[in-house]
């Protein structure tokens, strides 16, 4: 089993739409969850970014973590196209290396 | 605030070449680097990790001989992929780790070898 499960998609929904994305984990030393996105051809950059468990929002997302299952959400509200793109979720542990796991990524178009 | 960059964003070369990218943190001092390097379609993977004024640490897997490298200062990273080859083509990935360990991606390197 891997560390981190991540559907890879692809996910394709309409332009306005609520998207969710989620990846499950196995290491329950996971501390810090991050929510990645990437454009074709660039660089991840740093979307949402959650300690322990909870929830976050930041405009139209909204990242959850739930550690007693060992899973965690992001959502969009409102879909654009502009939002289509890979999202990458990833997690390390608290102290100790500063290394993250990354998922697979999912894919994803929404459709103007 | 935290932009990371990386020289050159292309490079194109022969086989048995050797080529550097350079990654640097433009806005803050990156206590961490990291090298990724990422297939069509696939996720990240990671190369190694690197301190300034430090030996890197490799992934599993991945030839310490043959990527090299470098942390000159706090602010500025390199990799050489020393006598490349065609399967060492890939997009090249830095990333930096501020004192708060949130980390934030270069832009990538995207390395073709003829």
């Known amino acids: 089993q891997k560390e981190v499960e991540q559907d890879p998609g692809p996910l394709s929904v309409p332009e306005g739409a609520i998207v969710s994305l989620n990846c499950t984990y196995s290491?329950?030393?996971?501390?810090?969850f991050m929510w990645y996105r990437q454009y074709s051809r660039k660089g991840p950059e740093l979307l949402m970014y959650?300690?322990?468990?909870g929830n976050k929002e930041d405009g139209r997302f909204t990242a959850q973590v739930d550690k007693s299952s060992k899973y965690i959400s992001l959502f969009i509200r409102d879909s654009q196209p502009s939002d289509s793109a890979t999202y990458l979720c990833?997690?390390?542990?608290?102290?100790?290396?500063?290394?993250?796991?990354f998922g697979k990524g999912t894919k994803l178009t929404v459709n103007p | 605030g935290a932009v990371v960059s990386q020289h050159p964003s292309r490079v194109i070369c022969k086989s048995g070449t050797s080529v550097k990218i350079e990654c640097r943190s433009l806005d803050f001092q990156a206590t961490t680097m990291f090298w990724y390097r990422q297939f069509p379609k696939q996720s990240l993977m990671l190369m190694a990790t690197s301190n300034e004024g430090s030996k890197a640490t490799y992934e599993q897997g991945v030839e310490k001989d043959k990527f090299l490298i470098n942390h000159a200062s706090l602010t500025l990273s390199t990799l050489t992929v020393t006598s490349a080859h065609p399967e060492d083509s890939s997009f090249y990935i830095c990333?930096?780790?501020?004192?708060?360990?949130?980390?934030?991606f270069g832009p990538g390197t995207r390395l073709t070898v003829l």
């Open positions: 990833a997690m390390r542990e608290q102290g100790g290396s500063e290394k993250l796991v």
């Open positions: 990333s930096a780790t501020r004192l708060d360990l949130d980390q934030f």
């Open positions: 959650t300690y322990s468990s």
């Open positions: 290491n329950s030393a996971f501390q810090y």
